[in-house]
């Protein structure tokens, strides 16, 4: 007769079975949500691109004072000009008056002392590499704000409206569907044209005007997803055991729906600085004047080439 076997103390049978993962300090750290939501972002290829163009952004922001030393450094976003005629200066043209000093890269790559307009003159003869490595800060700026604000409230009109649904649900989607049947950047421009005499010739009509017309795409992304979690059956039970609304709305939901408006939001900057840029390029985010801002600055490329064919 066989001999029954007994099971060990030490559950290796069990241990074979179902191996133990073990769990790292970052996971520890942030929570089994948000760290499930971490490793999403940095194993989507979209998403990695977006945050290596951030990257991009970011160092080149940062690195302005090195890239592009300013002339006054008392206010570095002032782009410097070579003189005051109105005719533009090719690439690499020698810089004859106002001379900025020469970075620590300069005569590494350059292999020249004197300082050269890398991408020419506009009009004016303001140097256009000074305004674009400098209006890097600008374009970051709005873009982060206007991105972070956009996605902020698309999120909590999303989530509200599709996790209570019903009569809400209807009017807040009739609502979006208003703001999505606008054309964006005339809406964006017509709003900040408003508030520019108000506010003032500043960054802010343009940024304000691109929160209010670009929320919506997140509140439709974020409201898709939530609909089809809200149904699972860990929010029926955390709603049987009288868990409050808010809590399983912002606890046990949007940390599981909010990864596809999270990479939607990474790759937007980009779309945000084009946008800023086009407002800026019509005098309405900055002056079409020697201001740091992409859109400025090819505001002041076109009054040279428009002055040229004339």
Known sequence: MAESSVPSGDNTLLREAMPV???GWLERFLGPENYRIVTGLLKTPASIMGFILIA??????LAAPLIAPPVTPTNPYKIPRD?????????????KTNVPPLPFWWKAIMHTDSWVHILGTSQGQYDVFYGIIWGTRTAFKTGFIVVVATFLIGVVIGSVSAYYGGAIDNVIM???????????ILAALILAAILTPKIGQTLWPAVIALIAFGWMSYSRIIRGDILSIK??????????IGVKDGRILFRHILPNAIFPTLVLASLAIGDVVLSFAALSFLGIGT????????GSTTCLHIGTSSSGRA
Request: proline content about 10%; charged content about 20%; hydrophobic content about 50%.
């Open 83 to 95: 003189g005051y005629s109105a005719e533009p200066r090719p690439m690499f043209s020698v810089w």
């Open 56 to 61: 991009l952004f970011i160092i080149i922001a």
């Open 231 to 240: 149904e699972r059956d860990y929010i029926m039970a955390a709603r049987v």
């Open 21 to 23: 993962r073990e769990i």
């Open 287 to 294: 002056r079409c004047s020697p201001s740091p801002a992409t």
């Open 174 to 184: 009739r609502i979006v569907d208003i703001f999505l049947t606008l054309p964006f």
